[in-house]
């Protein structure tokens, strides 16, 4: 069984980080609004980026490791630029 980390754009620009084991079924209680919390408010959102794990404990922790990132961390990990990335991580470490 595979399980995702993933990242949506809401409808106000913020972005939201989650995990699963069914993406697509997870896309689509986001869209409808099944899932309470942050996105309800926030539809549509949009599916930006998303990454495959074996396991539900490496698509969590994927999933707390983003979210303490910077926006243009998450940003530069969408158009996967990697060298954007370790700059960022560097200049942060500073």
């Known amino acids: 069984m595979a399980f995702w980390t993933y990242i949506l754009r809401c409808s ?3 972005y939201y ?3 699963t ?3 697509e079924y997870r896309m689509a209680q986001h869209e409808r609004g099944a899932i309470g919390g942050y996105t309800v408010k926030r539809r549509p959102v949009s599916l930006l980026w998303s ?3 074996p396991t539900r404990d490496e698509a969590f922790a994927a ?3 983003l979210k303490g990132w ?3 961390k998450k940003e530069a990990l969408i ?3 990697w060298q954007r990335i370790s700059l960022l991580a560097r200049n942060r470490q500073k």
Do not use: L, N, Y
């Open 17 to 19: 980080v989650g995990h």
């Open 21 to 23: 084991d069914d993406i």
């Open 51 to 53: 990454d495959q794990f």
């Open 12 to 14: 106000d620009g913020s």
């Open 70 to 72: 910077s926006r243009a």
């Open 79 to 81: 158009a996967g630029d």
């Open 63 to 65: 999933e707390r490791r």
